[in-house]
C-alpha cells in the first residue's frame, strides 16, 4: 500500500521561508508524477507544483513561479517543496499526491502552513 506522510510546515513571517517534505512508502517514487496541492481555508484545492516521473522535468503555478522550488530525493523516496518569498496568501494546508496511469492518485494528510506576521 502506497503511503504519503508530509511534515514541514508550520508558521512563518511573510518573506520567510519554509520546507515542507512528502515521504512515500511502499512504492518508488520515481514511479510517479510527484505534486503538491494546497486548500486554503474556503476555497478549492490547487495544484502547486509537479515533478514528473522518470525526469526533473518541473510544473508550477503562475503564482509560485520564482518562489517555489519542488524537488525529489529518489534514494530517500521523498519529494520536497521549497517556499521562499512566502506571502500571506500562501497560508494553506499542503498536501502531496502521487500519480501514474492505471493508479489511483495516493495523497497524503496535508501539513498546515501558516505565513503571518
Known amino acids: 500500500q502506497v503511503q504519503l506522510v508530509e511534515s514541514g510546515g508550520g508558521l512563518v513571517q511573510p518573506g520567510g521561508s519554509l520546507s515542507v517534505a512528502c515521504v512515500v512508502s511502499?512504492?518508488?517514487?520515481?514511479?510517479?508524477?510527484m505534486s503538491w496541492y494546497r486548500q486554503a481555508s474556503g476555497q478549492e484545492r490547487e495544484l502547486v507544483a509537479q515533478?514528473?516521473?522518470?525526469?526533473?522535468?518541473?510544473k508550477y503555478v503562475e503564482s509560485v513561479k520564482g518562489r517555489f522550488t519542488i524537488s525529489r530525493d529518489d534514494a530517500k523516496n521523498t519529494v520536497y517543496l521549497q517556499m521562499n518569498s512566502l506571502k500571506p496568501e500562501d497560508t494553506a494546508v499542503y498536501y502531496c499526491?502521487?500519480?501514474?496511469?492505471?493508479?489511483?492518485?495516493?495523497w497524503g494528510q496535508g501539513t498546515q502552513v501558516t505565513v503571518s506576521s
Open positions: 511502499g512504492s518508488t517514487i520515481r514511479w510517479y508524477t
Open positions: 499526491a502521487a500519480s501514474r496511469p492505471g493508479d489511483p492518485t495516493y
Open positions: 515533478i514528473f516521473s522518470y525526469s526533473t522535468i518541473t
